[in-house]
């Protein structure tokens, strides 16, 4: 054997009748370098013992310096890991986390179950949405549950997410002695964009542009605050409490009175942004509107009617007190019509405000008075286009008959 | 420390207690201080050769205790103590409850004899050495008790081998230590720690040498070749990693100790290690000088003394600490070679730990005696005793004494350590051959 490196010619001898494929007659396959040990006599017995030991010290003396690269051989080249960490590769996958909109807040996810079929061993679960008012679903996800200690991070779920909602997170640090803890739920698995950029920025890089836009779709279909990151709802609404100055939600259309203020607060700052962002692309028709606000009030009306009639046919068997159940229905439905005819108003004069407005009002929470409630879905949403329309004249007389029904009890 | 006590009672204090009162309360002092000092070694070498051995894999070692991992023992000692004590149903428990007392008082008895400094000796034996290794032997009986007592195959395997190995061992390296006995004249350790005085040539050879405690035995051929022969032997004797035969971890699960947990199995470590810092630090004393080093003498000839009642006993404290500071050097750098070799080579077979022991060290010790027999006459015997090979009036005649000594004792050994040496590697290559032919067979057939 020799320290030569070795080279082997290989040729192809072609028949006529296979295929011919013109190879590199001659491939030099590179083997690695043979080391040869020469075994000779050691000079003395217990020579090669004390070359043993030299080794062993020698390694021991050159230790108490830090490897830098291998050719050294010796040398301490531990990562203490606590204090120091080795950069993780980019595509490191630990545990998957779900990713919200560091802006809006929103949510990425839709629920599309595509990573609950796909995973492996079952460990993700969740329900979609369901708008409250109409009770039907809505692209976004209410509970998301994944079991870390039975997860192995396969990363399928993040493979086959449409929506790059789900990323595989480098966080490897899950020991705990609180088995049910790794038991995550939805705020516990949600994380905002940019701390997935800071981890994988090329990946995010990739999957930007189709995510956002697949998101501000998504939006459009998401009502009041459903499909924004539970830990994110505080932030936003005090981003547009700052932006319209007004002290109290009482009265969720009144933002458009005032378009997103510049001079707002910096926590004000993405949201209203993204109100402008959105509301390009997407101008509703004045015929629409006006359409959706006449609709609205004409459900309100029916509503209104409808649930007068039963309270006033209750009224005789109760006491003298449930008078003014009739006359909080009707002051609901004069409401009502009153906040939608505003809303038209506005959404004609101004055609970039509602789109704005809708990014403000949904954030409005169900808990607001009932008798204010009806009108707050209805405004948003009517003015783009007819089927949003119709919708929202539905809500709106959802709304007035729950308001109804309230006062009667 | 009987001076010390008995200046501070009697004379100090005026309380005038009888003789025997001053030497218990002495005794009890230099016992309790002993019996504190040995756990500690052991803390501390149980740490020193976990980051040394570490360091030799390129690795750090625990240093997440403490200061540098430094209470990483102390941790360890904690969670020995607090770990179930489990005696196996089958065992018989009175022996096994003894056996790790039987292993590891012996090894505290040895530090009765051990010098730490000038003066500084619990008992000053005129047998020193040999109670030193007389009582290291009844550890083995120990070794055996727990192997037996565990009712494992393991565990009796492995206090077979401990058995076989330390009693084939203790007879290199006792013989290996006759030399210095002959040296210094006498089995005393203070004695020959003393004997070893001078610069590289010992006073006791040419007195006319500087003593700066340099005159270790070691640098006599005769002195080297012992040390060799004695510290494979120790290696031996310790349970040390290439002769780590009886606890052969990757064999016989952990030998005598594989049932022993807990409490006893922290005693039979414990005296492991004693073991093994005591066998440094007799390397230490016999062969580089003990306590011997630089300044030391300078320092007990200024110390207040029955010889010097005018010397200054902060001298006495410097010297003492000098001289435990120097033993205690040379003990952790013997105990650094241990760790060494156990970094480096791999264990033994039974055989050939036989085959090594028998076939070479009791052999080259024993031409290592007759070399020291040499020694001895041409240096120090003239025609007074009777047996005069060489002799020159003066002192420069005794520097050519030690040369011519020097010459012939390194001519001896060397030509012994190399025909014993051949005479093996021939005899194993012949073994090979054999074996490779078939002419010899590994193992009996068994007959029906």
Known sequence: ?409 | MYDVVDFLLNTQLGLNSPDWVVMLISHLIVVGMLFVVAPLQVLFLTYYERRAIARMQDRVGPNRVGYEGLLQPIADGVKMFTKEDIVPESADKRVHLLAPIVTAAPVMYMFAVLPWGPNMIAVDLPTGLLFFFAISSISTVGLLMAGWASNNKFALLGAMRAVAQVVSYEIPALLSLLFAVMFAGSMSLMAIVEAQGGLFISTTDVPSVPDLGLGWFVFTPVGFLAFVCFFIAALAEGERTPFDIPEADSEIVAGYMTEYSGMKFALFYLAQYILNFLLCAITATIFFGGWQGPGVAWLVNQSLSADNPAGNPVYNVLAGMLGTFYLLAKTYTFFFVMVALRGAFPRLRIDQLMNFGWKFLIPLTMINILSAALWLAITRWGTAQGFSIIEFAGEPGNLVRWVIAFAVTLVINVAAYWFLARLNVQDHVARQAALAAGWLAVSPPRSA
């Open chain 1, 1 to 409: 054997m020799s320290n030569d490196t070795l080279t082997h010619s290989i040729t192809f001898t072609e028949t006529p009748a296979t295929l011919t494929v013109v190879v590199d007659p001659t491939p030099q396959i590179t083997r690695g370098r043979a080391v040869v040990v020469e075994r000779r006599r050691p000079k003395a017995a217990g020579w090669s013992l004390l070359q043993g030991l030299g080794v062993v010290v020698d390694h021991w003396r050159k230790s108490f310096r830090k490897l830098e690269d291998p050719t050294q051989i010796a040398g301490t080249f531990t990562t203490e890991y606590p204090e120091e960490r080795l950069p993780l590769p980019e595509a490191y996958r630990n545990m998957p986390i779900l990713l919200f909109d560091d802006a809006t807040g929103h949510e990425l996810c839709t629920s599309c179950f595509q990573c609950q079929r796909i995973c492996p061993p079952q460990v993700i679960h969740m329900t979609q949405a369901k708008d409250p008012e109409t009770g039907k679903p809505v692209p976004a996800v209410s509970e998301f549950i994944i079991e870390y200690d039975a997860c192995m991070s396969c990363g399928f779920c993040a493979e086959v997410c449409p929506f790059d909602a789900i990323k595989m997170d480098h966080n490897y640090e899950l020991s705990t002695a609180d088995h049910s803890s790794l038991t995550v739920h939805k705020a516990g698995l949600l994380r905002p964009v940019s701390y997935y950029q800071s981890i994988a920025p090329t990946f995010w890089a990739e999957a930007e542009a189709s995510a956002y836009k697949k998101l501000e779709a998504n939006k459009k279909r998401r009502p009041a605050s459903i499909g924004i990151a539970p830990q994110m709802i505080e932030q936003v609404k005090a981003a547009h409490k700052l932006g319209d100055g007004q002290p109290e939600a009482a009265s969720p259309p009144a933002p458009v009175a005032t378009a997103p203020a510049p001079d707002a607060g910096s926590a004000a700052t993405p949201a209203s942004n993204a109100a402008l962002a959105t509301s390009e692309g997407d101008l509703p028709t004045d015929k629409a509107a006006r359409l959706a606000a006449i609709r609205a009030r004409n459900e309100a009306k029916k509503a209104a009617e409808q649930s007068a009639s039963p309270a006033a046919s209750a009224a005789p068997t109760a006491s003298d007190g449930d008078l003014p159940t009739d006359k909080a229905a009707r002051l609901a439905a004069i409401r009502a019509r009153n906040e939608a005819k505003k809303a038209a108003a506005q959404a004609a004069t101004d055609p970039a405000q509602p789109a704005a407005e809708g990014a403000a009002t949904a954030l409005a929470t169900p808990d607001a008075p009932l008798t204010d409630a009806p009108p707050a879905p209805a405004t948003p949403d009517a003015p783009l286009d007819e089927k949003a329309a119709r919708l929202a004249a539905i809500r709106a007389r959802n709304a007035a008959k729950k308001a109804a029904q309230a006062e009667e009890e």
